[in-house]
């Protein structure tokens, strides 16, 4: 049974004063049933790793370079990413694609480095309103997840997150039926590509516009094994609860 992830990412939100949220989460999951990250951004992610070490939530990089080291001013390689205590990375969010032009091509070799450097990589996918309305999701999704993801992917370094950009940030949710297409077509991708054992161990995420109110009926849906957060995370009276939503779903028979 894979075990059930709420990873939330705080995107370019965050001060010191921030960390307290980290706290909060950390006493109100003291053991949770579920695997808890939270990828805060750069300038605090050493002192998030302090502030949570020995408690059960881990913390990730929103990305990382695809060299180790060198004249990338601005940049952050995944072993430094490790090297401050991260476990994971978030990589090909929609939002790097299209404000650093980061192509498929680009966070394969992104996550070929993250994962060479033990971190857990949480490869983004999703389509846009007009790919949607074109009926073109599955064929956007479908490139994108072969191209994107590594051959050196497994069940234990690989997390897809499917999130349709037209619901980040915006409130707008797809039907219980469109998140299960797509996560059922995920699915069934990389059960071809990997076989059916890594294929199905491989942990999938869905995000965008995830909140306390919708989460349990997300969890719900086929092949969902979690949920990648934006907004909702940066507060742990936001995120608790859906931290908690899955904890529920987790104790339920896994589905797909
Ligand atoms: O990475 C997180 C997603 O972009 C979702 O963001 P959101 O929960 O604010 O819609």
Same mark, same amino acid.
């Given at each position: 049974m894979r075990r059930k992830m709420a990873a939330g990412n705080w995107?370019?939100?965050?001060?010191?004063?921030? &960390?307290?949220?980290?706290?909060?989460l950390a006493g109100a999951h003291p053991d949770p049933a579920c695997d808890v990250l939270i990828c805060p951004p750069a300038t605090l992610l050493a002192l998030a790793a302090d502030r949570c070490a020995g408690t059960a939530i881990r913390v990730g990089g929103q990305t990382c370079h695809m060299n180790v080291e060198g004249p990338h001013t601005g940049d952050i390689s995944a072993q430094m990413l490790r090297d401050v205590g991260a476990n994971a990375v978030i990589l090909g969010h929609s939002e790097r694609r299209a404000d650093h032009e980061e192509s498929s091509e680009d966070v394969?070799? &992104?996550?070929?480095?993250?994962?060479?450097a033990? &971190?857990?990589?949480?490869?983004c996918v999703g389509e846009s309103q007009f790919q949607r309305e074109a009926t073109?999701?599955?064929?956007i999704i479908g490139a994108q997840l072969s191209l994107s993801i590594p051959d050196s992917s497994t069940g234990e370094n690989l997390v897809v997150a499917y999130e349709p950009i037209w619901a980040i940030g915006t409130g707008q949710v797809p039907t219980s039926d469109q998140i299960g297409e797509v996560h059922d077509f995920i699915r069934a991708r990389l059960e071809q590509r990997f076989g059916f054992g890594v294929g199905k161990s491989v942990r999938l995420?869905?995000?965008?516009?995830v909140k306390a109110a919708n989460a349990q009926e997300i969890f719900d849906i086929s092949n969902v094994d979690g949920a990648l957060v934006g907004g909702a995370s940066l507060s742990a009276k936001d995120f608790s609860p859906i931290i908690a939503a899955l904890e529920a779903a987790a104790t339920e028979p896994a589905e797909g």
């Open positions: 995107k370019m939100n965050g001060l010191r004063s921030s &960390l307290d949220e980290l706290e909060a394969r070799m &992104l996550a070929q480095m993250a994962q060479a033990g &971190l857990q990589t949480i490869i073109n999701t599955l064929d995420l869905y995000g965008g516009s």
